[in-house]
């Protein structure tokens, strides 16, 4: 039997593992997986050269990005607060790295296919009634929607060879605190969060030729919370 090779970036992340874990139980594809934790900095074009100069997989699937977890609100001000040198550093890691990922990738010619991860909040504000009032921070939400266009520019320079699709992404339970998972749930209408493996299957069909006449999409899969 022929596998197909997929790269994972962020493969250390929550939904990394899942989704690694998934494509490795299903015995057709060789998983490489590249994050931090593997001693792979995505921001170093260099290190991303290298990576995709030893490897020449057939899928790619962009989990990597900077986030602004619920967490971290301990010392999270408001839009006033925000230094430009952190908004400067979302842009870098998810729009420039993503950037400079993808091109590498689309260099060799195996490439068939990438998936790329915006947020919901890369459509749609953050709601500052979720964090008390205080900034969810805006380098994320500009950097999320950024990587809608990016992908849709891709898409089209990179046609017919390399499929470029988005997912749009709601909220995946992590362990937040309760009364944060309860509001966020409220604001979906299927009542709750995402939980970490319910992407799986959608991968598994975008890394495939069940989804060869569709590139540029940007897919939503968030409970619902944008249909409102």
């Not at 030893?54 to 990597?64: D, H, K, M, Q, T």
Request: aromatic residues 10%; contains cysteine.
């Amino acid at each position: 039997m022929t596998r197909s090779t997929i790269a994972i970036t962020g493969a250390s992340g929550l939904l990394g593992k899942a989704v690694a874990g998934h494509f490795k139980s299903l015995g057709c594809y060789e998983v490489l997986e590249f994050s931090r934790t593997t001693g792979h900095d995505l921001a170093d074009e260099q290190v991303v050269k290298t990576i995709f100069q030893e490897y020449a997989p057939e899928y790619l699937i962009n989990l990597f990005a900077a986030n602004d977890p619920v967490d971290s609100d301990g010392a999270r001000g408001t839009l006033f607060d925000i230094s430009l040198e952190s908004f400067r550093s979302y842009m870098e890691v998810n729009v420039t790295a993503l950037f400079s990922v993808c091109r590498e990738f689309a260099r060799n010619n195996q490439a068939r296919s990438i998936v790329n991860f915006s947020s919901i909040y890369g459509v749609v504000s953050p709601l500052p009634t979720l964090y008390g009032g205080k900034e969810k921070h805006i380098g994320y939400s500009t950097s999320k929607g950024a990587v809608i266009q990016l992908s849709r520019h891709l898409a089209v320079h990179l046609a017919p060879r390399v499929r470029v699709n988005t997912i749009v992404l709601g909220g995946v339970e992590d362990g937040q605190e309760e009364l944060f998972v309860n509001q966020y749930s409220g604001y979906t209408p299927l009542k709750r969060m995402m939980q970490k493996d319910e992407l799986n299957r959608l991968l598994e069909l975008l890394c495939s030729d069940g989804t060869s006449y569709m590139t540029g999409s940007t897919i939503t899969v968030d409970g619902g919370w944008t249909a409102w």
